[in-house]
Antibody, heavy 120, light 111 residues
Framework: EVQVVESGGGLVQPGGSLRLSCAFSGITFSSYWMSWVRQAPGKGLEWVATIKQDGTENFYVDSVKGRFTISRDNAKKSLYLHMNSLTVEDTAVYYC?????????????WGQGTLVTVSS | QSVLTQPPSVSGAPGQRVTISCTGSSSNIGAGYTVNWYQQLPGTAPKLLIYDNTNRPSGVPDRFSGSKSGTSASLAITGLQAEDEADYYCQSYDRRLSGSLFGGGTKLTVL
């Protein structure tokens, strides 16, 4: 059974930085693409970023390009999201998610979510 | 613009059948990318409900089914139950974004 534990959320001022972490167990972490998806309060889901199994490729939604960096440590079975130059529009619950099998486009395991609040 | 459009809300009585539509464009659903559906119960993380247009993960009741045609997809729920009350999201890949795209979500109310 896949288990996911997220951490790192909290209150940060506009312009600040934060690093989110996601620890996986029960899977061969290095075999899967991994992603971050966020949900602003009372709003829908928004894909944020995706990273390849070996970390050599990553993709971002336009609104976070140049500010957010997705990374992973396969030895620690952990996924990260480094967030810089945060704005109030980045306030959301951030979920880490495991992508499905290679060539798939779905997310089949999700973390519990961690809340990021950007406010002065 | 890359958008997946869902109705904001649907409702039905227990035992009835409801459908939720998801309309995309030539850069996502119409380009042949498959559609996936998620169920999000209040205060919880999303859960994969349908993948690859029509497939159910293990443990998802067969009351839930998906279909796709052209630039649209649909989720059907038969034999509505109170515990089905949740938000439902469609999702696909978009080649303009080079990433995933979610619909705006549909709130299902069981009357």
């Amino acid at each position: 059974e896949v288990q996911v534990v997220e951490s790192g959320g909290g209150l940060v001022q506009p312009g600040g930085s934060l690093r989110l972490s996601c620890a996986f167990s029960g899977i061969t972490f290095s075999s899967y693409w991994m992603s971050w998806v966020r949900q602003a309060p009372g709003k829908g889901l928004e894909w944020v970023a995706t990273i390849k199994q070996d970390g050599t490729e990553n993709f971002y939604v336009d609104s976070v390009k140049g500010r957010f960096t997705i990374s992973r440590d396969n030895a620690k079975k952990s996924l990260y999201l480094h967030m810089n130059s945060l704005t109030v529009e980045d306030t959301a619950v951030y979920y880490c998610a495991r992508d499905g099998p290679p060539s798939s486009n779905w997310f089949d395991s999700w973390g519990q979510g961690t809340l990021v609040t950007v406010s002065s | 613009q890359s958008v997946l459009t869902q109705p904001p809300s649907v409702s039905g009585a227990p035992g009835q059948r409801v459908t939720i539509s998801c309309t995309g464009s030539s850069s996502n659903i119409g380009a042949g990318y498959t559609v996936n559906w998620y169920q999000q119960l209040p205060g919880t993380a999303p859960k994969l409900l349908i993948y690859d247009n029509t497939n159910r993960p293990s443990g998802v009741p067969d009351r839930f089914s998906g279909s796709k045609s052209g630039t649209s997809a649909s989720l059907a729920i038969t034999g509505l139950q109170a515990e089905d009350e949740a938000d439902y999201y469609c999702q696909s890949y978009d080649r303009r974004l080079s990433g995933s795209l979610f619909g705006g979500g549909t709130k299902l109310t069981v009357l």
